[in-house]
């Protein structure tokens, strides 16, 4: 069974910093694009970041570009978000995605026709 697990949000303060991971199981995420995307309460779903096969390949949302920071361990066979200077509009479930096009994934932001449950990330005080 092809799954993706997100972990790791929680609840931290304005300008403080988390970091989300994304699990794969069931299949290797070395052929594969993978991009985070998020969903604030009575918003729509937004592209946040994404890396492409190569770990030298990455994109990231304006809104979030110079703040958070994508990678991948192959090994581990798990990609992360490192989020900093975590704002309050940055609160929302956190979802990731696998693509084997990254440019699918990464430029047009292309949804998954399944979603896991996420990861809810709160920024607050």
């Known amino acids: 069974q092809l799954q993706l697990v997100e972990s790791g949000g929680g609840l931290v303060q304005p300008g403080g910093s988390l970091r989300v991971s994304c699990a794969a199981s069931g299949f290797t995420l070395d052929d594969y694009a993978i991009g985070w995307f998020r969903q604030a309460p009575g918003k729509e779903r937004e592209g946040v970041s994404c890396i492409g096969r190569s770990h030298r390949t990455t994109y990231y949302a304006k809104s979030v570009e110079g703040r958070f920071t994508i990678s991948r361990d192959n090994t581990k066979n798990t990609v992360y978000l490192q989020m900093n200077s975590l704002k309050p509009e940055d609160t929302a479930v956190y979802y990731c995605?696998?693509?084997?096009?990254?440019?699918?994934?990464?430029?047009?932001?292309?949804?998954?026709?399944?979603w896991g449950q996420g990861t809810q990330v709160t920024v607050s005080s």
């Open positions: 995605a696998a693509n084997p096009e990254p440019f699918r994934l990464c430029v047009l932001w292309e949804e998954p026709g399944y």
